[in-house]
């Protein structure tokens, strides 16, 4: 498993084409915050989720292997029984690694994603390891850039 600093660093400097796989389009969901804080730091993010045709202005594919283009990294969030088929999809795609975010570690993923020469990280944040290791930490650890706690109706 890919968790070293050295290697976290250089997975996030190399993979800079990101599939999100399960990325919402509902502003206040955790995939949304990653998807919107990479763009902003100059990755390109790919949605994945057949439910919206469009996610902060990326045309959203419904699977991986729907892609026309290359995908450096494929990023996972959907529940840890989910992972292993998206694994599948992310060694036949050609990706370089397969991370599954905080709360998702699925072992069998994570073998496949390896013996197929894939970086892999499991239960971890690429908003959080970015922020971490390149600065933009903030003291919440989220940058919604939304000052008010009232909800909009």
Known sequence: MADDIATLRRILKD????????????????????????????????????KYPEILGERSYARLEDIPFAVDMVDVFRKPADVLPVAHSAVAIGAKCLWQQLGVANLQADALARAAGLDSVMDRCVKIEHARLFGGLNWVGVDTQVISARRPL
């Open 15 to 50: 993979c800079r084409t990101i599939a999100i796989v399960g990325l919402s389009a509902e502003w206040h969901r955790p995939s949304y915050f990653v998807a919107k804080y990479l763009q902003g730091h100059g990755y390109r993010i790919v949605p994945v989720n057949p």
